[in-house]
């Protein structure tokens, strides 16, 4: 079919939603019933999915650009690498490219240390700035006819970067919420943009057919949203630390005390910083494993059972308040691809018994 540029409002087939095929942004769907008039059409199937991201929840992904501010809110680098961790567990196909924003408010020696801590581990790291436009050939290159997603902290310039691409947008720019971005609204859907309407090279591609450059923006995270890999496989998510730690002669080593551990021993050829938030997530990981264990005792312990609608009473764990948040979390971090398929399903269908 000849690629068209329009947007239409679309309702899912009644038989998707009875076969729980949830639909979710980023997914590819055939369409029945365009009514061009009233900009409407039915979505009747669902095509295969690439891969699917839990958080945020988007399908269909080529790469993640995780963006970072080298100051104004300061870099941190324990943040920086737990986004790192979250991104290569979400999206193992592909590692995130790493993209320095207001580079115009750094001195050259922040970016040179920035670089070499990420460049020499195999990371793509490119320095930009919103306001003067530095760097940002590298980025629309970068995105150039992919689905990519933007991920920092609030405030590192996420929507600048978007409206230099594509001024069309007019996203709301310098809403700052607190450090961590708590305490807000989040959401976990997020929407695609499509960017580079206004520049043609990013538009039209060689072969003079037109193309598309799909850009997701994404909320900040708060630590407990984080995905994290079980506690004594957190080091392949660092390749320097990766890199020795099959060398290590302790089985099951967490590389963080034993004496004669290889990459205790060879701790000067790894950045401080970045063994720090080895150090840090491994404990994240450890605390969220043990939340997950306790959970599941509990849920074990007391199962009842609640009325929805007709004939579909489900079991539903009872909880106690403290770990009735937390569970569902710790939960969604372990989650296989068809039961967060079928979590995603329960979210909708929830909103929908809302809305009825
Ligand atoms: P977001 O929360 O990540 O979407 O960040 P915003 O795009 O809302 O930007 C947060 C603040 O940083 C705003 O006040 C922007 O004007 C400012 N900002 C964004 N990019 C740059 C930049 O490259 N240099 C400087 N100096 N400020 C920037
Ligand atoms: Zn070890």
Known sequence: MEDMDVSLLCAARGRLKKER???????????????????????????????????????????????????????????????????????????PVLCFNKSDLAEKADIETLRSIYEPLGYSVIFVSAMTGQ???????????KVSVLAGPSGVGKSSLLNFLEPSLHLKVGVMENEFGVGRHTTTYSELYTVGFHNPSLHIGQDGKRHH?????TPGFNLSELKHPEPALVFWQFPEIAELAPDCKFANCLHLVEIGCKVLSNLESISADRYDSYVTIVAEAQEGEKLLRETSQKVEASVKVVGGRKDKARHVP???????????????????????????????????????
């Open 213 to 217: 450059t799909w850009v997701a923006d």
């Open 318 to 356: 009872k909880l106690s308040g403290r770990y009735r948040a937390e569970s569902r979390r710790t939960q969604r971090q372990s989650m296989t691809e068809a039961e967060l398929e079928a979590e995603i399903e329960k979210e909708q269908e929830m909103e929908r018994d809302l809305e009825d």
């Open 135 to 145: 760097g940002m050939d590298r980025v629309a290159e970068l995105l150039d006819r």
């Open 21 to 95: 095929v949830s639909i979710i942004t980023g997914d590819q769907v055939e369409i029945e019933e365009v009514d061009s008039v009233k900009g409407t059409a039915v979505v009747s199937a669902r095509l295969e999915r690439k891969n699917l991201l839990s958080r945020p929840q988007i399908a269909n992904v080529d790469q993640v650009v995780i963006v970072q501010a080298i100051h104004q809110p300061e870099w941190n680098a324990l943040w920086c690498d737990r986004y790192v961790v979250h991104f290569q567990l979400e999206l193992p196909s592909s590692k």
